[in-house]
């Protein structure tokens, strides 16, 4: 059975960072891409990064230079590093596998991240 598994969310004042965790299990975690996607109030949810197995990565403009995605093959975990933090970077923020041979989608349950004075 997959899990994915964030956590790291909170409240945070405009200009501060915050690190997101995405533990996994029941994939073979080092052959798949993983992905961070954001859900703001009232909004679809949209892409924040990408990072293949290889570790190539790929963001959303809104968050090019600001946040980074690293991953940790031996502890199964994806990281959403978030520096100079927005207002409008308030969202849920939902970690994302999609898995072979059947094209699977799978998805956390999200972490909250307030960005507020």
């Known amino acids: 059975q997959v899990q994915l598994v964030e956590s790291g969310g909170g409240l945070v004042q405009p200009g501060g960072s915050l690190r997101l965790s995405c533990a996994a299990s029941?994939?073979?975690?080092?052959?798949?891409?993983m992905g961070w996607y954001r859900q703001a109030s009232g909004k679809q949810r949209e892409l924040v990064a990408t990072?293949?197995?290889?570790?190539?990565?790929n963001y959303g403009d809104s968050v090019k230079g600001r946040f980074t995605i690293s991953r940790d093959n031996a502890q199964n975990t994806v990281y959403l590093q978030m520096n100079s933090l927005k207002r409008e970077d308030t969202a849920v923020y939902f970690c994302?596998?999609?898995?072979?041979?059947?094209?699977?989608?799978?998805w956390g349950v999200g972490t909250l991240v307030t960005v507020s004075s």
């Open positions: 990072i293949t197995s290889g570790g190539i990565t």
């Open positions: 029941g994939i073979r975690f080092n052959i798949y891409a």
């Open positions: 994302n596998v999609r898995t072979s041979p059947f094209n699977s989608n799978y």
